[in-house]
Structure formats: structure tokens, C-alpha cells
Nanobody, 116 residues
Framework: QVQLVESGGGLVQPGGSLRLSCAAS?????????MGWYRQAPGKQRELVAT???????TYTDSVKGRFTISRDNAKNTVYLQMNSLKPEDTAVYYC?????????WGQGTQVTVSS
């Protein structure tokens, strides 16, 4: 079993930056999981923002390309999402997820609010 705990959310002005962290515990298999960040804004469906595989291949949804960077530190069982040039439309609850085959894990989410 894997537990995921997100941190780093908060209130930031447009154009600002935040770094989200997601720490995994309870399993030694973190390094083989594909990790991803999702977000869900009020009244909208949950959206996949970025992923990183066990071999460090990354993908991004078009709206965050060039602004967000996903990375992982397997020694710390942690995945990060560096968010730069934040826009009001980035406001959402951000969720960390990890998966492989039939395994799928979720964190509880962290709120990111971009507002002046």
C-alpha cells in the first residue's frame, strides 16, 4: 500500500510561482510507479496536468507546457510540480497520483489559488 501526501499549495499572484511536493510512504515500489499531477477546478472535470514515468519521460497538457515542470526524486520517494508564470485559470485543487498496472494511488489534494 502507498500513501501520497501533497504539500506546497497556497495563494499566489498571477505571474508567480509555486512548487508542489508529493511524498509517498508505505511502499518501496515508488520508483516503478508512473506519477502524475491532476487538477480539478470548481465545476470542472479533473484534468491530467503532467506525468513522469519510471524512466523520467514526461508529458504535459498543452495549457501548462513551458510553464510547469514535473520531476521526481526516487531517493526521497517524492514527486514535484514546479509551476511558474501562474495564471488565474490554474486555480484548482491539485492531486498527486501514482500508478502501475492495476495499482493506482491518490493523495488528498492541495489547493492552489492564483489571484491578485
Amino acid at each position: 500500500q502507498v500513501q501520497l501526501v501533497e504539500s506546497g499549495g497556497g495563494l499566489v499572484q498571477p505571474g508567480g510561482s509555486l512548487r508542489l511536493s508529493c511524498a509517498a510512504s508505505g511502499s518501496i515500489f515508488f520508483s516503478i510507479l508512473t506519477m502524475g499531477w491532476y487538477r480539478q477546478a470548481p465545476g470542472k472535470q479533473r484534468e491530467l496536468v503532467a506525468t513522469i514515468t519510471s524512466s523520467d519521460t514526461t508529458t504535459y497538457t498543452d495549457s501548462v507546457k513551458g510553464r510547469f515542470t514535473i520531476s521526481r526524486d526516487n531517493a526521497k520517494n517524492t514527486v514535484y510540480l514546479q509551476m511558474n508564470s501562474l495564471k488565474p485559470e490554474d486555480t484548482a485543487v491539485y492531486y498527486c497520483s501514482g500508478w502501475r498496472d492495476l495499482l493506482n494511488y491518490w493523495g488528498q489534494g492541495t489547493q492552489v489559488t492564483v489571484s491578485s
